[in-house]
Nanobody, 128 residues
Framework: EVQLVESGGGLVQAGGSLRLSCAAS????????IGWFRQAPGKEREGVSC????????YYADSVKGRFTISSGNAKNTVYLQMNSLKPEDTAVYYC?????????????????????WGKGTLVTVSS
């Protein structure tokens, strides 16, 4: 059974940091790209950052470039999202998702329609 389990969300003041973790199981880790998406109340789900577990190439949304860093710990089948300089507009439920790769090839992208599996989400709240 495929599982993606997010952790690390919480309440933080503006300017602070959080690290989200996505623990993956039930599939061959290197055959997938893993991404972080977020959805704020009343807004559409947005791709934040994605990484290929095959070659570690990455994608970042413009809104988080220079503040967020995605990394993949293959030994633990876990993907991390380090979030620094958080802003109130980063407040959202953050979801982890997995895109199955063809021949382990990936075009850097972070779109919900490409994802095959989803976690249940973790809430990040940034206070001003």
């Amino acid at each position: 059974e495929v599982q993606l389990v997010e952790s690390g969300g919480g309440l933080v003041q503006a300017g602070g940091s959080l690290r989200l973790s996505c623990a993956a199981s039930g599939f061959t880790f290197d055959d997938y790209a893993i991404g972080w998406f977020r959805q704020a109340p009343g807004k559409e789900r947005e791709g934040v950052s994605c990484i290929s577990n095959s070659d570690r190439s990455t994608y970042y949304a413009d809104s988080v470039k220079g503040r967020f860093t995605i990394s993949s710990g293959n030994a633990k089948n876990t993907v991390y999202l380090q979030m620094n300089s958080l802003k109130p507009e980063d407040t959202a439920v953050y979801y982890c998702a997995a895109e199955r790769l063809l021949l382990r090839l990936w075009v850097p992208r972070c779109g919900a329609p490409y994802m095959h599996y989803w976690g249940k989400g973790t809430l990040v709240t940034v206070s001003s």
